[in-house]
């Protein structure tokens, strides 16, 4: 065969093993012009079937054709099979694209299928291959290898057993013990699909991100490496040293220790022994905040019981020990109490909690409920004891208002300010300051009705037992007495400014949300499943593999 033809099967070979996606395939029977820079040819003896080219004084053997340049030590041609091995130094350049070097390269003319070994280095524009062991089909346009990889980016090192490069879409595939190592982060991953071109990995299986101050798990997602953004949509949490957020889909960003998530959520302070769900949320590391809305509701456990605290919006700041909870708009709270003992809820317009002072205030048009007690006024204080943990004084503001129903009416003490006390978390004691009234139904040990007080004081304490008022003490008591039922009239059974609101109490956590309708969820938009590829080894390549 003439060098010409040689030369021309050689630049088949090679132009088709640069692993990029340009045009479509030059079929080796086609003839094209090719130039030979440098090198030597011969026949030996002991491989009859090769032409065997060699590197000269000048340098490697080197070939050249339309934009494609490779060098080589020596090459071996076997013109029959279309076949060429290549030894030492192999280097292929196109362009300004795409470049490779290997020890040890062969190729197919036939099938244009390509293997190459020995500290296998791939480059494209924005990504670098290294491996022991490459496989390349000229017509796929995929490379695969299956002993080991590291690929480098501008920012992160990826490294898997299996990877599979598809050109054209310029996508690795990893699997098996894949790993992207970041100065920032590691993540580890089941499956992951990473594009060089945008440098977004796709998360697929059992995955994690583990940073300084954040950890990510997901079993579908993507992450961009590049700008340290990341979208988790299936079993995903971000946990931020004390909190742990959980939810149908989370949107993440390092940069700005930022995260959202949205349908489902919860998210766990796992230094306060409390949650908050929702449906809708962010959370804001470096101001240790968190902002949550949707059937927005904070849990918090203490000694065997769950205090629930609900609102439109509920929005948590500060360090583990400076928590601060504010709820606005339609707030509501419920404290299911020991067994045997009766409920405490409470409605207003605003709530807030406060960690360290152990203070919570019921803002605006406030009811507290505590066992058959309603209580209103301007604004309500439940001061907690941060040592024991309990309930320890109630502070009623302004037309402080209490009514406790009667089978034969509604028991009522109304004046300026209310001051309770808690013993075990039930209310044992009630002083009302400045014009107070009364209105009280008083009965016997037998419970039977002995008359109807009606007295004005300057102040009145009132004793409870069992969550019920047992007994009444006047302070400069100004005028009243005690009727029997039928000498006092009904339409005087009610002192001015009464309203109840009996009808709203909360009697079990689901009436946090009575009356309320609940929240539209948004569609999750989702993250495809990987492509299901065909196998990349055909039957002619099973040689290979």
Not at 256 to 268: D, E, L, P, Y
Not at 417 to 444: A, M, P, W, Y
Request: proline share 3%.
């Amino acid at each position: 065969m003439k060098l010409n033809n040689y030369i021309l099967v050689l630049f088949f070979i090679w132009c088709g093993y640069t692993l990029t996606a340009q045009e479509e395939p030059v079929s080796p029977r086609e003839k094209t012009q090719v130039t030979i820079k440098s090198g030597y040819w011969e026949k030996k003896p002991d491989v009859p079937d090769a032409v065997i080219y060699t590197r000269d004084k000048s340098g490697q053997v080197y070939i050249i054709h339309e934009g494609v340049e490779m060098w080589c030590d020596q090459a071996y041609v076997y013109t029959k099979d279309n076949f060429v091995k290549a030894y030492g130094a192999v280097k292929i350049i196109q362009g300004d694209t795409v470049s490779m070097k290997s020890n040890y390269s062969e190729y197919n003319g036939n099938t244009q299928f390509a293997f190459a070994s020995g500290e296998v280095f791939f480059k494209d524009q924005k990504t670098s291959l290294k491996t022991d062991t490459l496989y390349f089909d000229r017509i796929k346009q995929q490379a695969f290898y299956n002993s080991g990889g590291i690929v480098k980016d501008s920012s992160s090192t990826l490294t898997s057993i299996v990877g599979r490069y598809f050109a054209k879409s310029k996508k690795y595939q990893f699997s098996s013990n894949v790993e992207i190592k970041n100065p920032k982060y590691t993540i580890n991953s089941e499956q992951l699909d990473f594009f060089s071109e945008t440098g977004i990995a796709y998360l697929y299986g059992k995955s994690t991100i583990i940073g300084k101050t954040s950890t990510v798990y997901c079993e579908r997602g993507y992450y961009n490496t590049r700008k340290d953004i990341g979208y988790f949509v299936k079993n995903s949490r971000v946990d931020y040293e004390n909190r742990i957020m959980y939810g149908d889909s989370i949107y993440f960003n390092r940069n700005k220790n930022f995260a959202s998530a949205t349908n489902n959520i919860r998210i766990i302070d796992t230094l306060n022994n409390s949650y908050v769900r929702g449906h809708y949320a962010e959370v804001f590391k470096n101001k240790d905040s968190v902002f949550i809305t949707k059937r927005a509701v904070a849990i918090t456990v203490r000694e065997n019981d769950s205090i629930y605290i609900h609102a439109d919006t509920l929005k948590i700041t500060g360090k583990p020990d400076r928590r601060v909870l504010r709820g606005f708009y339609k707030a509501r709270f419920f404290k299911r109490g020991q067994p045997g003992e009766e409920p405490t809820s409470g409605k207003c317009d605003s709530i807030y909690v406060n960690e360290r002072t152990g203070i919570t205030k019921l803002l605006r048009n406030p009811i507290l409920w505590s066992g058959e007690n309603q209580m209103t006024g301007d604004t309500i204080h439940l001061l907690r004891n941060i040592n024991t943990d309990k309930l320890d004084t109630l502070k009623v503001y302004n037309n402080s208002f209490v009514i406790q129903k009667d089978s034969a009416g509604y028991n009522q003490v109304k004046g300026e300010r209310l001051i309770g006390l808690f013993t075990n978390n039930e209310l044992d004691t009630i002083n009302i300051k400045k014009n107070t009234q009364v209105i009280f139904f008083s009965r016997n040990e037998n419970e039977e009705l002995v008359g109807i007080n009606n007295t004005t004081s300057s102040s009145i304490q009132m004793y409870l037992e069992n969550q019920e008022i047992r007994g009444i003490r006047f302070i400069k008591k100004v005028n009243g007495k005690l009727y029997p039922p039928s000498q006092f009239p009904e339409n005087a059974r009610i002192l001015p400014g009464f309203k109840w609101f009996g009808d709203e109490r909360l009697l079990k956590v689901s009436d946090l949300f009575k009356g309320k309708t609940a929240p539209i969820l948004p569609k999750i938009k989702g993250i495809h499943l990987p492509k299901k590829e065909e196998d990349f080894f055909n039957n002619e390549a099973k040689k290979y593999n």
